[in-house]
Antibody, heavy 114, light 107 residues
Framework: EVQLVESGGGLIQPGGSLRLSCAASGFTVSSKYMSWVRQAPGKGLEWVSVIYSGGSTYYADSVKGRFTISRDNSKNTVYLQMNSLRAEDTAVYYC????????WGQGTLVTVSS | DIQMTQSPSSLSASVGDRVTITCQASQDISNYLNWYKQKPGKAPKLLIYDASNLETGVPSRFSGSGSGTDFTFTISSLQPEDIATYYCQQYDNLPPTFGGGTKVEIK
């Protein structure tokens, strides 16, 4: 059974950094596109980043230069390093498997506030 | 970026009603269009991929159609468990973009 479990969210001050993790089971993260999608409180879904099976990475303009997606094949985990966080980055962050997004994690809440 | 215009933003219907949601892309996306269902406090769930293909395990009362720029999502007979927000999403071009969502409620 495919399972995605996100962790690493929390309350952080503007300008701070967080690293989100997405631990996968039931498949290997290196074999699938893996994405991060976020949802601000009461708002819709917004794509953040993707890492392709070949290793290429892409980002939304709103996070380019501040966020970095990566994966550790030995831990079967995908990461999202978030630097220079802003209030508008406050959201639930989901990791998602494949394209289309066949499986989603439960999400982890990131709150950027002083 | 490709803009996805979804309508209506909300609707109220009775159990057993046929419900239709539309999604319009700002440019031709062929059939690279997916539909997701999201219940409050939960992660989205894939229902329809490539415009008209039903994801495994999804009830057959859900269907999708369209290609190019105009797409339709239909619930043939609304059930209480269908109360949720539904999103379309294109993946023809990066960045993948979502429609604004349609909140479906029971009348």
């Amino acid at each position: 059974e495919v399972q995605l479990v996100e962790s690493g969210g929390g309350l952080i001050q503007p300008g701070g950094s967080l690293r989100l993790s997405c631990a996968a089971s039931g498949f290997t993260v290196s074999s699938k596109y893996m994405s991060w999608v976020r949802q601000a409180p009461g708002k819709g879904l917004e794509w953040v980043s993707v890492i392709y099976s070949g290793g290429s990475t892409y980002y939304a303009d709103s996070v380019k230069g501040r966020f970095t997606i990566s994966r550790d094949n030995s831990k079967n985990t995908v990461y999202l390093q978030m630097n220079s966080l802003r209030a508008e980055d406050t959201a639930v962050y989901y990791c998602a498997r494949g394209t289309p997004y066949e499986n989603w994690g439960q999400g982890t809440l990131v709150t950027v506030s002083s | 970026d490709i803009q996805m215009t979804q309508s209506p933003s909300s609707l109220s219907a009775s159990v057993g009603d046929r419900v239709t949601i539309t999604c319009q892309a700002s440019q031709d996306i062929s059939n690279y269009l997916n539909w997701y269902k999201q219940k409050p406090g939960k992660a989205p769930k894939l229902l329809i991929y490539d415009a008209s293909n039903l994801e495994t395990g999804v009830p057959s009362r859900f269907s999708g159609s369209g290609s190019g720029t105009d797409f339709t999502f239909t619930i043939s007979s609304l059930q209480p468990e269908d109360i949720a927000t539904y999103y379309c999403q294109q993946y023809d071009n990066l960045p993948p973009t979502f429609g604004g969502g349609t909140k479906v409620e029971i009348k």
